[in-house]
C-alpha cells in the first residue's frame, strides 16, 4: 500500500512512520508513507497556506491555491489514483469497519487540515471521502492521520506477527476483546483464571468467548445491538 500524506507538519510523521508496527511495516516494504507539503505549493513570497475568511471571524481558513497543487502533485503520474480522504470532524466516522475497507485500497491520499478549516472549494473540487475520529475538534488533522494509519497498516497481510492476532481483537467480531493475562501465574494475590491453566483448548475458546460478550455487554451494548440488528438483517 502507498499512503500520501499531505501536512503542514511532515516532521510529526518521522517519528511515527519509523516506530513500532508502522515501522517494521514501512522496513518491510508493507506500506510506504510519503509526505508531501502544501507550503511547497505556496503561490507567494511568504509561502502562505491560509488567509482570512470572507465574511468576518475567527482565525484563518486554508487556500484552494497550495492545496489543490499539492493533491494534484501527488495525483501526477500515478497509475492508481489514490483514495483521496479529507480529516475532519465534518466527516463520516472512522471505525475498524471502515479501517478494514480502506485496507483493501492500494494508494490512500491522506489530507490534513490546520486552523479554523478547509475553503469549501476544496470539498467541492477534489471531492475526497471525508473523515472524522471522533466528536472532538483537533489542533490538525495530522493526529486523525496517525489513528487512520496505524489501524490500516496492522491489517495488511503479514503486518502483525501472527495472522490471528488482528483477528482476535476488539471489534473484529463486533465484541471487546476477552482478558489476556501473562506470567506470572500469580501477581500481588490476584490470580490467573484457573481455565486458562486448564489446558483444555475448547473450554479456554468457550470462556473467551463468554468474556468478550460479557465486558461487551457491560461496557458498549450498543456493539451488541448493532450486532443483532446486523444479524436481524441477514448480514
Ligand atoms: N481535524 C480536526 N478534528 C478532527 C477530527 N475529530 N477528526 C478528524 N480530523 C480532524
Not at 45 to 59: A, E, L, M, Q, T
Amino acid at each position: 500500500m502507498r499512503i500520501d500524506v499531505l501536512t503542514l507538519f511532515p516532521e510529526l510523521f518521522d517519528t511515527f512512520a519509523g516506530t513500532s508496527i508502522v515501522g517494521r511495516a514501512v522496513s518491510a516494504g508493507s506500506v510506504e508513507i510519503t509526505c508531501t507539503n502544501p507550503r511547497d505549493f505556496a503561490q507567494d513570497n511568504h509561502r502562505s497556506v491560509d488567509d482570512r475568511p470572507f465574511g468576518g471571524g475567527p482565525g484563518m481558513v486554508l487556500s484552494c491555491g497550495p492545496i489543490f497543487e499539492a493533491v494534484e502533485h501527488v495525483r501526477s503520474g500515478r497509475e492508481v489514483a489514490p483514495t483521496l480522504i479529507m480529516l475532519t470532524p465534518q466527516g463520516e466516522r472512522f471505525d475498524q469497519q471502515l479501517a478494514r475497507e480502506l485496507s483493501g485500497e492500494s494508494d490512500l491520499a491522506l489530507l490534513c487540515g490546520h486552523y479554523e478549516g478547509f475553503d469549501e472549494r476544496i470539498r467541492l473540487g477534489l471531492n475526497p471521502r471525508e473523515v472524522s475520529i471522533g466528536d472532538y475538534v483537533l489542533s490538525g488533522g495530522e493526529t486523525a492521520a496517525f489513528v487512520l494509519i496505524d489501524a490500516i497498516v496492522r491489517l495488511l497481510p503479514g503486518v502483525l506477527g501472527d495472522p490471528e492476532s488482528a483477528l482476535d481483537e476488539s471489534f473484529s467480531h463486533g465484541l471487546l476483546e476477552y482478558p489476556q493475562y501473562t506470567r506470572p501465574r500469580d501477581f500481588r494475590g490476584m490470580a490467573v483464571p484457573d481455565i486458562l491453566l486448564s489446558g483444555d483448548h475448547a473450554k479456554m475458546e468457550a470462556w473467551r468467548r463468554e468474556q468478550a460478550r460479557e465486558r461487551t455487554q457491560l461496557r458498549r451494548p450498543d456493539l451488541l445491538k448493532e450486532d443483532d440488528e446486523a444479524g436481524a438483517s441477514g448480514e
